[in-house]
């Protein structure tokens, strides 16, 4: 059985983006003509890794993010080598994918983009949003948005160094007294981006609570280039429902789908008004042994079961079975335990 749901080919243009800036924008070329909303895969460190972008991809996600890579780091660091390479690596039949950077000095940021603009990426995202006390602590991040000055910058020499489009993805601000995505998201785009991205939470916040969409409505009606909006989008439903309510041109998708490359799937069968079927649990099972192999391939089967462990949790959430495999997938060590896992899973209903 595939993994990958069969995907619509063409587009029809939607009827729901009256005030949309997308089509015809750069950030529509490198996606290949996007002229209605679509959704992408959202960076998470630590989770989006290559086989988590590579089946979000088949799914149907629009285009993916890499996990946050340090500009400093990524210039300066050559111990860490090879735990950037890793951030790097990409897949040859991955759809369009962005580099994310963060850090705080216009000069590193340029000189990162120079260099891993070279590794073929779709475009350049940079991170204001990440409230990590070790990122923001440092002024990078979400910390950015606490100056715009300084922002700005950032945005104008990563802008000034790429060959491509450079997005930024912001966060609404740094805490409920200290709303100012609209000013932060207007610096982005006099100082060049191709479109911002806006995570709908504060700072303070960090990932609890409910996104407020009202904020990704405020930035819309604030920019003329595209806006992506992100914050709770779980399903197709949320997906039209966020588009619908503020306007955004696009949508971006984090925890909802991890172990659920599907919601792509899903998320294109709403805006085009399509049905669309849920995979059964043989199908769920046969992505994740996909997604532990790749691993393997890619890390060893030691270090990439160890990875696999929280992304197996992921996999057979819902799923008749799912809580003792839990406790088993917590010390899963090889491939072939997993395999046993995924078999009696496979065998049974969805709950
Ligand atoms: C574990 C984890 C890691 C994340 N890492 C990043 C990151 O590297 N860069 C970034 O811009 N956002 C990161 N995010 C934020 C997500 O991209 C997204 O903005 C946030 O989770 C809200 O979307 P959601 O409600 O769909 O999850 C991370 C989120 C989580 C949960």
Known sequence: MSTSPTLPSSHPTSPILPNSTLAGSALARVLGGADMPCAGLAPMAGITDMPTRLLAS??????????????????CAP???????????????????????????????AEAVRRIQDEGFSWIDINMGCPAPKIAGNGDGSALMDDPVLAGRMVAAAVKASRGPVTVKIRSGR????????????????EG???VT???RTRRQQYSGHSDWNMIRLVKESLSIPVIGNGDVASGQDALKMVEETGCDMVMCARAARGNPWLFAQIRAAFMGLPYTPPDAAARMEAMLRHARMLCGLRGEKRGMRQMRKQAIWYVQGLRGASQARIRLQD???????????GEIAGTKNE
């Not at 088949?58 to 210039?75: D, H, L």
């Not at 897949?91 to 994918?97: Q, S, Y």
């Not at 805490?175 to 000013?183: F, Y």
Request: charged residues 25%.
């Open 79 to 109: 111990e860490n080598r090879e735990a950037i390479r890793e951030l790097v690596q990409r897949h040859p039949d991955e759809g369009p994918l962005a580099a994310q950077l963060f850090g705080h000095e216009p000069g590193y940021m």
């Open 193 to 195: 981006a191709a479109a």
């Open 175 to 190: 805490d409920e007294n200290h709303i100012n995505c609209a000013e932060i998201a207007r610096i982005c785009q006099e």
């Open 198 to 200: 806006v995570h709908a």
């Open 58 to 75: 088949e799914c149907g996600a629009a285009f993916c993010v890499t996990e946050m890579i340090s500009a400093k780091g990524y210039v």
């Open 332 to 342: 899963l060590d090889t491939l072939s335990q997993l395999t046993d896992i995924a």
